[in-house]
């Protein structure tokens, strides 16, 4: 997959993607036990883990472990809970059961996963709706609380999502944001978000955890996607970060890490039309975008665009 399609293009096919991943667990006896899709997080060494202690039949304790670690000190209680790209709705299904907010939210580009998490959640205070992270459908002010699990590194536009961020967050709301991104582009995102009004409280590396996660489950993950076609199967070590895949690769090689950020959004900076990264990292940016397109697809699934 090239950067010659434009960006409505990549999204649809991200759409596709995700959603050809739905129909694939719905052939499988785990589809609805599946919520999470994200690497996970393995408290290594000493390292306790956060969060509530969980029954030894929770589905996915390392999904749930890195949802813990992403909130750490911040107050969900009564908060009104929005989280763009929500998949089917595990990290919100977890924050709603361990943390009483007000309502949560789910904004996600796959109709699929949206599909999942609105029947898996009914309840009058659970909202989901198909939207794109760089336009979201929702107004302004909406949010005391906006998390980003994993998801961001498939927009190929990540300052139009970062403006979204802090439309959606009234004064004094949290942005809890977690992803894969390049190194060189971790400072970056920090001082776009701050232009808009966002200051850091929270920076913390975790590949190590999330490379020992995948180490540990990747390959037993794999297992829910059933028996596919061989074409399939290395673009299904990609979805769950396997050994050998490409993503894990980038996870354990050092041009990228895993970085937990928390902000508060404590200015409402005058809009401003002007770039907030540069033409360099948005052209990264669109790159990894692209990357994730071309990983992501599954071969048996995949329709010419």
């Known amino acids: 997959m090239g950067l010659d399609v434009d960006d409505a293009t990549l999204k649809a096919l991200q759409a596709d993607n995700f959603d050809s991943l739905n129909e694939v667990v719905a052939d499988t006896a785990f589809d609805r036990h599946l919520r999470f899709f994200n690497f996970g997080y393995r408290p290594v060494g000493d390292e306790q883990p956060a969060g509530p202690r969980l029954g030894a039949g929770f589905p996915n304790q390392d999904s749930a472990q890195l949802l813990f670690q992403l909130v750490g000190d911040a107050d ?79 927009y190929p536009r990540i300052e139009s999502f970062f403006r979204e961020v802090a439309r959606l967050l009234r004064p004094g709301g949290r942005f809890l944001y977690t992803d894969l991104m390049p190194v060189e582009l971790v400072d970056p995102f920090i001082e776009a978000l701050g232009a808009l009004g966002l200051r850091l409280d929270h920076r913390r590396d975790i590949t190590a955890n999330v490379s020992a996660s995948r180490d540990a489950r990747a390959a037993r993950q794999r297992l829910a996607f059933g028996d596919r076609p061989d074409d399939d199967r290395s673009t299904m070590a990609e979805f769950v970060g396997e050994s050998g895949s490409r993503l894990y690769d980038l996870l354990t090689q050092g041009d990228y890490q895993y970085t937990i950020l928390r902000f ?3 200015d409402e900076p005058e809009p401003s039309d002007d770039d907030l990264l540069s033409p360099e990292h948005q052209e ?9 397109v071309e990983l992501l697809t599954i071969p048996s699934a995949a329709t010419p665009r």
């Open 76 to 154: 969900l209680s009564e908060r009104d809970v929005v989280e763009i790209g929500c998949g089917r709705g595990g990290n919100l299904w977890l924050v709603r059961r361990t943390y009483q907010p007000a309502s949560i939210t789910g904004i996600d580009i796959a109709p699929r996963s949206i599909a999942f998490a609105s029947e898996a959640l009914p309840e009058a205070d659970c909202h989901f709706a198909v939207g794109d992270a760089e336009d979201v459908p929702l107004p302004s002010g909406t949010a005391d609380v906006v998390l980003s699990v994993e998801t961001s590194c498939t």
């Open 264 to 266: 508060t959004k404590v």
């Open 284 to 292: 990264r940016v669109r790159h990894l975008a692209a990357l994730a």
